[in-house]
């Protein structure tokens, strides 16, 4: 019977043994790892930003160039979120443009800036945006087509686009400081996605997607793995332009 008793208690003392060499290995394990720093993880090889804008902006922000610089008002410029139009068949809200040409040039745009890429690499950008227009392609107006003349086009830049104050004869214009070329001839800066034209003869509302998926544009990132995305249409009609920017939708691949 003593002998019984003798076996039980060593047992015990060797599981409270095993129990305490267990833990303080635990122990142990949880001081070492937290000593260990964790290992970067690298960016992402592709980045796809697809941008809606039923609940804001989402950091989107307007602007307008190629005007006189006193000239907001009397071009009737306007950037906000709206309602797409009825006959779209598409509910939602949409990012709604507008402006009067009276310069025969002017340039409407929404940028934003996007960050998280790997800094001073180079990356593949295709640009894919929908949109409502109610052009006809073939359409005719004052000075070019309403919706034949009227160049949407997409760029990623490194550095903010911004339109500044440029003296021209008497006039003081707002241009970019970005190359985005003129109307239909691209730039270093943005290329070319087709025009807002929309096939028939009505001016209805209705869906497009424009993309340069067959030719995407090459840029690096900064210092700090930021880009600043740009989409805007370059217009040769001397009227008004009412555009809905539904989606904007980047893929950047890093080469």
Same mark, same amino acid.
């Given at each position: 019977m003593k002998a019984d008793k003798n076996n039980t208690a060593q047992k015990l003392r060797n599981t409270l043994k095993e129990f305490q060499i267990g833990y303080l290995s635990f122990c142990l394990l949880l001081l070492v790892s937290g000593?260990?720093?964790?290992?970067?993880?690298?960016?992402?090889?592709?980045v796809v930003?697809?941008?809606?804008?039923?609940?804001?902006?989402?950091?989107?922000?307007?602007?307008?160039?190629?005007?006189?610089?006193?000239?907001?008002d009397r071009f009737e410029l306007e950037v906000s979120l709206d309602n797409l139009p009825e006959e779209t068949g598409e509910s939602g809200r949409a990012i709604r443009v507008q402006g009067q040409n009276g310069s025969d040039d002017l340039f409407m745009f929404l940028k934003k800036e996007i960050g998280g890429l790997d800094p001073g690499a180079t990356y593949e950008v295709v640009f894919e945006v929908t949109l409502a227009s109610s052009y006809p392609e073939s359409s005719v107006g004052i000075g070019g087509s309403p919706g034949g003349s009227v160049f949407l086009k997409a760029g990623a830049v490194d550095r903010e686009p911004l339109p500044?104050?440029?003296?021209?004869?008497?006039?003081?214009?707002? @241009?970019?400081?970005?190359?985005?070329?003129?109307?239909?001839?691209? %730039?270093? =800066?943005?290329?070319?996605? *087709?025009?807002?034209?929309?096939?028939?003869?009505?001016?209805?509302?209705?869906?497009?997607?424009?993309?340069?998926?067959?030719?995407?544009?090459?840029? @690096?990132?900064?210092?700090?793995?930021?880009?600043?995305?740009?989409? %805007?249409? =370059?217009?040769?009609?001397? *009227?008004?332009?009412?555009?809905?920017?539904?989606?904007?939708?980047?893929?950047?691949?890093?080469?």
């Open positions: 000593c260990v720093e964790e290992t970067p993880q690298p960016e992402p090889d592709e930003i697809a941008d809606t804008f039923e609940s804001g902006m989402n950091g989107w922000e307007g602007g307008f160039a190629d005007l006189p610089v006193d000239a907001h500044e104050p440029v003296e021209e004869a008497s006039t003081t214009y707002l @241009r970019m400081n970005i190359d985005k070329g003129n109307q239909s001839q691209d %730039g270093e =800066d943005m290329y070319g996605l *087709g025009t807002i034209g929309i096939e028939g003869d009505d001016f209805v509302y209705e869906m497009i997607m424009r993309d340069n998926g067959n030719r995407p544009q090459e840029v @690096r990132a900064d210092s700090s793995g930021n880009l600043w995305l740009i989409v %805007g249409t =370059d217009s040769g009609f001397e *009227g008004m332009t009412v555009l809905y920017y539904q989606e904007i939708k980047v893929t950047l691949t890093k080469k």
